[in-house]
Structures are given as structure tokens and as C-alpha cells.
């Protein structure tokens, strides 16, 4: 099992940064591939960000490229995501999954994921 805590939403204006941070435990947190999920309300879940174990290889959906950035510190078992110039459209519950394989864009590929936090963007 691995347990996922999410921390750092809140509720920022347009142009401002954010990041998110999860915490990992339970198992080898450097042998799972790492990932944001995002769900709007109204909207469905969709894919943000995934990073590699190794954290040599990262991911991006279009609307966020440039403008977010996943990493993770596998001594401490965390993965980050820093955003910044957020956009009204930002607005959504983040989630951190965790898998050992990659698992692409679909949340249910993931086998491990938390409770999420939001984040609101105002414009």
C-alpha cells in the first residue's frame, strides 16, 4: 500500500503561483511513477502531470506546459507541483496518484491516490 497526502491548495487571483506538494509512505516511493489529476467542477478528471521514477522524464497536458512544473525528492518521498501565472481555468481539486507502472493519462491506471486539495484561482 502506499498512503498519498496532498497539501498546498488555496485560493490565490489569476497570475499568482501555487504549489502542491505529496507526501508518500508505505512502500518504495522511488520505484513508482508520480502524477497530478485535476477535476473541475461540472467537468471530468483529467490528466495534469506525471513525472518518472527517477524523475528523469516529466509530463504535461497542453494547457499547463510552461506554465507548471512537476518534480519530486525521492530522499523525502514527495512529489511537488509548482504552478504559476494561474488561470481561472487552473480551478479544480488536484489529486497525486502513484503507480509503479506508468500509466499515462487515465486516472484509473493509478493505483494509488489522494484525497486531493483544492485550488481556486479567481480572476
Known amino acids: 500500500q502506499v498512503q498519498l497526502v496532498e497539501s498546498g491548495g488555496g485560493l490565490v487571483q489569476a497570475g499568482d503561483s501555487l504549489r502542491l506538494s505529496c507526501a508518500a509512505s508505505?512502500?518504495?516511493?522511488?520505484?513508482?511513477?508520480m502524477g497530478w489529476f485535476r477535476q473541475a467542477p461540472g467537468k471530468e478528471r483529467e490528466f495534469v502531470a506525471a513525472?518518472?521514477?527517477?524523475?528523469?522524464?516529466?509530463y504535461y497536458i497542453d494547457s499547463v506546459k510552461g506554465r507548471f512544473t512537476i518534480s519530486r525528492d525521492n530522499a523525502k518521498n514527495t512529489v511537488s507541483l509548482q504552478m504559476n501565472s494561474l488561470k481561472p481555468e487552473d480551478t479544480a481539486v488536484y489529486y497525486c496518484?502513484?503507480?509503479?507502472?506508468?500509466?499515462?493519462?487515465?486516472?484509473?491506471?493509478?493505483?494509488?491516490r489522494g484525497q486531493g486539495t483544492q485550488v481556486t484561482v479567481s480572476s
Open positions: 513525472i518518472s521514477p527517477s524523475g528523469g522524464n516529466a
Open positions: 508505505g512502500r518504495t516511493f522511488s520505484n513508482y511513477h
Open positions: 496518484v502513484a503507480d509503479r507502472f506508468a500509466g499515462g493519462t487515465s486516472y484509473l491506471n493509478y493505483d494509488y
